[in-house]
Structure formats: structure tokens, C-alpha cells
């Protein structure tokens, strides 16, 4: 079975400074791995995925994140808060093909100005 | 870019009512998955369709049904609603097995804005 762990389900920063959503997945098979977010009262949006190409993968708004299988993680980040990040975010694995998402509880970003 | 389609966005109804929601997946995307989102909680997977076939099945009550059309487009039906189905309703497509137009896309699901259904 597959399960994610996001690791703080708040997290509060400074516009400007450094955001760093953790995100740590089981799976017995190769996975594939994605960040969604979601703006309150709207749907999930794809930020970035996973998919046994390059480690690191570059999303929109400026976040990337970096496979380690290794450490099993997938954790998300942006150099630089914008105030428009705030939401919640969501890490999600699939084994693939047309399999489910599994999701974690999600992360509720906060920027302060 | 042409998005997934749900409707309707919001729906109110009764206890022991019933309620068909509607989703209408990207063009050329032939798989469709609907999840379930309570308050505050994370999505949780119902049930997928690739090519108008059930291909999973997750936590879906036996109350709900769901199938795929000819034209990909997919319906959830819920009968006998009660208090704890009022959740968010995402449906997701993705381009399994047709490949979609973006290279390396065919396991990425995009998701509708949801039908918010409240039981009163």
C-alpha cells in the first residue's frame, strides 16, 4: 500500500523567505510522485510531478522539488514567499499508469507580509 | 487550455434525496477519477473509469454508482444521501491511454473545480 506524510500541517512564513513543504512517501514500487495546491473554495491545481525523469523538477510560481529515494522524500520549495502562495498544499503518489492518487493531510501555507 | 468540467458547482439537498453530478473530462483524455473531499480533510479516491470500464474502485458507499459515457464524459450518482456525504467532489482526467499532447502526461490527473454538495 501507498501512504504520504507531509510533515507540519501549518506552516507560516515571511513574504520573501524561504518556503519548505516536507512531504515523505511508502511505496512498494516505483513511484510517481506530485504537489497540488489548493486556493480556498477552488479545485486542486498541479504544480509539479515526479515521473522516474529528472530528480529535480521545476513547477509553476517558481516551486520545485527534489526526489530522494533514498530519504523517500519529495519536498517542496520556493526561494522566495510571494503572498499570493498561501493555500494549502497537497503531495500525492501513484504507482503509475492510471492508478489513484494517495494524498497526504496537506500543508496550509501562511505568508505574512 | 481547456479545462475539466463539473457540474453543477453546487448543489443542495435533503436527506435521503438523490444527486447526479457530472464531470467532463480534457479532450483526449479517456480515464476519469472522482474523489471525495470532507472538511478539512485530504481527497480520498471513490472510483476510475479507463475506456467506460470501472478500472478501480476505492471507498465508494454502495449508495453511489457511477459510470463512463461513449463521449469519456463520466456521472456520479448518489441515492439516499445522508448529513456525512456533504463534501467536495473532484473529478480528475488524465490521458492514459490515448497519451495526451504533452510528452510524458499520461499519468498526470488534472482536476475540475469540484461540486460542493451540502445535505441538509
Known amino acids: 500500500a501507498q501512504s504520504v506524510t507531509q510533515l507540519g500541517s501549518h506552516v507560516s512564513v515571511s513574504e520573501g523567505a524561504l518556503v519548505l513543504l516536507r512531504c515523505n512517501y511508502s511505496?512498494?514500487?516505483?513511484?510517481?510522485l506530485f504537489w497540488y495546491v489548493q486556493y480556498p473554495n477552488q479545485g486542486l491545481q498541479l504544480l509539479l510531478k515526479?515521473?522516474?525523469?529528472?530528480?529535480l523538477v521545476k513547477g509553476i510560481n517558481g516551486f520545485e522539488a527534489e526526489f530522494k529515494k533514498s530519504e523517500t522524500s519529495f519536498h517542496l520549495t520556493k526561494p522566495s514567499a510571494h503572498m499570493s502562495d498561501a493555500a494549502e498544499y497537497f503531495c500525492?503518489?501513484?504507482?503509475?499508469?492510471?492508478?489513484?492518487?494517495?494524498f497526504g493531510k496537506g500543508t496550509k501555507l501562511t505568508v505574512n507580509p | 487550455a481547456a479545462g475539466v468540467i463539473q457540474s453543477p458547482r453546487h448543489l443542495i439537498k435533503e436527506k435521503r434525496e438523490t444527486a447526479t453530478l457530472k464531470c467532463y473530462p480534457i479532450p483526449r483524455h479517456d480515464t476519469v477519477y472522482w474523489y471525495q473531499q470532507g472538511p478539512g480533510q485530504d481527497p480520498q479516491f471513490l472510483i476510475s473509469f479507463y475506456e467506460k470500464m470501472q478500472s478501480d474502485k476505492g471507498s465508494i458507499p454502495d449508495r453511489f454508482s457511477a459510470q463512463q459515457f461513449s463521449d469519456y464524459h463520466s456521472e456520479l450518482n448518489m441515492s439516499s444521501l445522508e448529513l456525512g456525504d456533504s463534501a467536495l467532489y473532484f473529478c480528475a482526467s488524465s490521458p492514459w491511454g490515448t497519451g495526451g499532447d504533452i510528452a510524458g502526461d499520461q499519468e498526470t490527473q488534472y482536476f475540475g473545480p469540484g461540486t460542493r454538495l451540502l445535505v441538509l
Open positions: 500525492a503518489v501513484s504507482q503509475g499508469g492510471s492508478e489513484k492518487l494517495v
Open positions: 511505496s512498494s514500487v516505483p513511484p510517481y
Open positions: 515526479y515521473t522516474s525523469a529528472a530528480t
